[in-house]
Structure formats: structure tokens, C-alpha cells
């Protein structure tokens, strides 16, 4: 490589002409037509002439003679006719090479303004070449015409694009156009834009048509598609981020309505207990339809017998079955202030499995003989048939707790059992639950409810026993299953004995370790229990229903899972069961914003959790919502301190929440 020889490299898609200064190694520097100086690899360049320049002539005469050398190539490559030459080297179907093309396009002392020409000319039109930089190949006919098809589409992309830069204009201006057909295709490169970013396969498509549209921020995509009638205000984007499905499809709905709701007792497995004629309840919040869980107490010889009953679900959704493929797909239902998805088809959630009063339902129950202050003498776990006798609601109980015998000694005993935990190491997190509800009309309600109230306490506690009990159960039979561990917390920041503050909650809260979850049994720190795991809620979660099928393998129901099988399904799930709750989450958060966009002046108190370099981070006490507080010279907070102050600005769909000292 010689100075002052002219040489050209392919750079985004153009053929950029130079003229080499310096050569070393494998590399080159260059001066090329458009006055830059580039470092390129020698593998890199597409053609070597064999003119030379003067490098001494200055380099503005270099320029010059680049962009007249460059002109003439390009004259002489439009003079090509490539699908002639195509023509006559098809049939011989082997590599050809530049100076037999060369000789074939200009068959008169054909110099390096020549070649470089039919490189320029097969580059300009790769439908019936490809080629490296001194041979080139003819594709055959189904190439040529896939090629071809190809370049169609391109063509009718970009001036879908620049037609559609055009049609958003035209609605940024005001202009608000029903969607005809021809601009359903920008909207879906629009959507996907928005929604995944660069990350979208439409990335530089949508960039290109915010381009031309003179939009410079992408969030104006949402305010466009809302414009034009595609999106409402309020439309929930995660679900299509996050791809969760939100209706069940025909073959699904059929095939759930296949399924009996009728219970056949001959046709019942013998293991099965009759517990028909044993009282029990449900308790659940307020317009609950999908009821898994009852409860049992009875008095035995000064003891308790408590019974917790769990909806037999597996016994309708067959294991690698069409339902079950679904389900598993799901992984959860998702509990959204204005939308509940459910993880299994309401025929078979709130029909067939759900625990209504009087009718008839195979269940899993787990009993225990425990006294008032939870000592557990002896436990089992049995398949069952059950019959719920009365459907409460938390407020019921709260209302219940000192005039029903039941209700009372069952709170009593999850109490003790509670406090056990605790002498056992459990960390609890005592916080109020804040409940979002968008109604039909719009309006929007938020409640901040004690979950320390019997109703929702005694509950929790007896759904923790029973996990507890059967994951001790599936460890005695060395049975695999999805278990649940926990680490000690990274530190302790208040004893479980005293009164504790919601400042201390919320703080602990942060110093809790990820919950670890594998095929076999450890310690669960959090909770104060040797082993633990979730059954109680097949209807709402795979894993319970994963779990309630190892139980039923034990009595040999069905096959259960393999320990290789188990780990492969927490594998599996983890990816919907992480957007599923992060989808919840970012619908309250968006919901209470709206809900505080009416509540801009209003002043809330508030409490100090840290102070960063340039402002503190603080807690909405009535709302349970972080934002932070610029800070200032005038005034020093610290951690715990109760401050009142006026929210000045919120913007739900951009997760803004302001507020002011």
C-alpha cells in the first residue's frame, strides 16, 4: 500500500472515495472526498486503484481530484446494466472475478474508475450478485425474485414511513383523522416503538417517522395514539410491554367448559374424607368471587382441631394439559385497581373450584390438634370433600371477634402462634395496606385499612400454618416442591416485642433478604419456620397449584414432579411472575397519582426516611407513597422526622409526583 494511491471503503450503507496518507501495519489513514481524515483496515476496503495522487499537491487539490474521480465512477457504474450481466453469468453458477466483470461491462482498456464502477454498480443493486471485494457470484432464479420481493418491501416501508411522518404532522397541527387502513401499519411501528424503544424492531423505523413528524421526545407517541383514538388516556401499556394476556382464548373457554361442576361421589378416590358435614367458613375482602380457602375449629378433649381446606384444584386442570400450558403462561392472577386478570377462566376460578357456601368441592385439607396457645400436638394433611357453611368478609369477623366463640378461640390461637414466630426470630412488618379501586364512572377511591385487624390477622396466620404444615409434610415424605427460604435480614432495627413505628416498618422492610426459592426445604428467616412454602391459593397461583400436586402425589392422586421437573418450572415462571407483579405495582402507583392530581394544594404529612446530597427522601403517611424533597439552607431535617407538606405537581403517566416543604 503506497501513499497517494486512491482507494474506497463502504461505511452506513455509501461508497466513500480516499486517497491514502500514511500506511502501517494493517491500517491505513485516509483522506476522503468529503475532507476527513479516517483510520480504516486494509481487510476493509473495497477497492484499490491503481492511480496514484501527489500527497504533496495540498490537500484541497486531494479533495478535488477525490470528488472528480468519485463522479466519474459513479457516471460510469449508472451506464451498467446489471440484470444483463446477470443474464449472461447465471447459467455458469460459479464465482466470477473483477476483472472478467470488468472486462465484460467495458471491454475497451477498462482501468480502476472501471472496476470500481461495477463494484458501485453491484452494491447500488444486490438483487442478483453478491459479492466480496474482487469476486462476485450470480444468484440463482429464486434468489433473484426473493431479492426482488425484498426490495419491493423496502420500497413500500419507506414510503410507508415518509408518508406517515407526514400524517403525523398533520395531527400534531390538529387535524385528528379516523386510522384508515394505510396508516395501521405506522401505528403498529409507532406502538412497538413506544413501547420497547430501542429494543423494538421498529426502532429506527420509529425514530425516522418521529423524525420526519418534527417530534423530538417519545413520550409524545402516547399523546398521538390517544389523539387519534388507538389508545385511551388510561390505556395500561404494560400489559402489552410485558405480554401478558388478558382474555382467555376460544379453545381455552371451551375446553374449561367442558369440565363437570358436578361432584361424582362414586367416582371419588377412597383416600378422600368426607368432611361435608364439618362446619367451616370463608373469609375474604369485600366482593371476592374466587374463594380457595375455608376454615375449620372445633373442640376435641380441651384441645383445638383446626382445619384449613384448599380447593382441590389440580383435580381439574391436568398437568401438561391445554388448561395447565395456559395457566403456566400466566403464572398468577394480577389484582389492577381498574382490572383483575385472573390466571384461570372464570368458569373454573369462580365456578367449578371456588368454595361457595353449599355446594360440594374437593379440597386438601391440612388439621392440627393445637391448644389456645398454639402448641401443635400432631397434624395431617388428607385429600377431602368439603361444603362451606358460611362466606364472611374481614369486616364480618372484626365485627364477630368477642360475640363468636370460633372466631374468638381462632384468633386467639393465631395470636399465640404469631408470637412464637416472632421468639423464633420471625420479623414482622406491621404497615397498613393502601387499596386503589377505579370505579365505572371514573372516580377513584383510596383506603388505607389495619392489616392488623382479627379478620385479616387470624387469616393470615392460619394460611401460614398451613403452608408451614404442609411443606413440613411434603419434607417428611422427601417429596420435591417449590419451598421457600429466607436469609437472616442484613440487620434488626427494632425488637419484635415492643410497639414499633411505621418509620421502623418501612425501614426494615429495605433490610429484608430476596426470598430464595429451589426444589428443596430451608429455614425461612422472615417468617421464624424451619421450612416453608405456598399452597393455599391454588386458583391465584401456579406455584400453590404445583405444590397442591405433589400433595395429591403422595396419596398417589397423580404422578408428581421430579426434583429436575420442579426446578425447571421455577425457571419457567419466574419471567411472568416478575411482570406480573411489576405490573401491579406500576398500576396502583399510576392509579394513586391519579387519584393526587385532584389533590394538588392539599397539604399531607409526611415522614423523613433519608437525607441524599441535594434532597431528602420522605413518605406519604396517608398514602404509603416515597417521593423526595428538594432541600435547602433554610432548614435540616433528619430520619424520622414528621413533616407537613403540599403536593404541587403530579403527572400519573409520567410517574411524577412533586411535593413542597
Known sequence: MENGTIVEYIDQQRIFCAVILEAADQRVRLLTEENREVSQRISRLSHVSRTRLNVGRGRDNLVAALKETAVRRKCLSADIDIKELWE???????????????????????????????????????????????????????????????????????????????????????????????????????????????????????????????????????????????????????????????????????????????????????????????????????????????????????YCRVGIHIADVAAYVQKGGELDQEVIGRGTSIYMPDLKISMLPPRISENICSLKVGEIRPAISIFCKISRYAEIFEFEVVPSIIKVGRQLSYNDVDMMVDSDESIWLLNEIACNFRNKRLSNGAVHIAIPEVSVRVFDNGDISVRKSDRESPGRMFVSEMMILANWLMARFLAEKNMPAIFRAQHDPKARLFSQKKESTLFQNWMQRRMLNRVIISPKPEPHSGLGLDKYLTATSPIRKYTDLVTQRQIRGCFGLEQPYTADEIDRLIQVIKEPLTNAALVQRRRHYYWLLKYLERKIGDAEEAIVLDKRRDHYVILLTSYLAECTLHSSSAWSLKPQDLVRVTISHVDARRDVLTVSL
Open 88 to 302: 449472461v453469468l447465471s447459467p455458469v453458477g460459479e464465482w466470477v472475478d473483477l476483472a472478467t466483470m470488468t472486462g465484460l461491462c467495458f471491454p475497451n482498456n477498462p482501468n480502476g474508475d472501471h472496476e470500481s464502477a461495477v463494484i458501485r454498480a453491484c452494491f447500488e443493486n444486490r438483487i442478483y450478485f453478491k459479492f466480496n471485494h474482487d469476486a462476485f457470484f450470480p444468484h440463482n432464479e429464486d434468489q433473484v425474485q426473493q431479492n426482488i420481493e425484498t426490495e419491493k418491501e423496502k420500497e413500500r416501508r419507506r414510503q410507508l414511513i415518509e408518508n406517515g411522518g407526514q400524517w403525523l404532522k398533520s395531527v400534531l397541527e390538529g387535524a385528528v383523522p379516523p386510522v384508515a387502513e394505510d396508516r395501521k401499519p405506522v401505528v403498529e411501528i409507532l406502538k412497538s416503538y413506544y413501547l420497547f424503544g430501542k429494543d423494538s424492531p421498529d426502532a429506527t423505523a420509529g425514530r425516522t417517522l418521529l423524525a420526519g413528524a418534527g417530534i423530538e421526545n417519545v413520550e409524545k407517541i402516547f399523546d398521538l395514539l390517544v389523539k387519534v383514538g388507538v389508545w385511551t388516556p388510561n390505556e395500561l401499556v404494560d400489559l402489552q410491554r410485558y405480554h401478558i394476556p388478558v382474555e382467555f382464548s376460544e379453545a381455552i373457554l371451551k375446553k374449561a367448559e367442558e369440565i363437570s361442576d358436578r361432584v361424582d361421589f362414586k367416582s371419588l378416590d377412597p383416600c378422600r374424607r368426607n368432611l361435608t358435614d364439618l362446619p367451616m367458613m370463608t373469609i375474604d375482602g369485600q366482593g371476592t368471587l374466587d374463594f380457595d380457602d375455608a376454615i375449620s375449629i372445633e373442640s376435641e378433649n380441651g
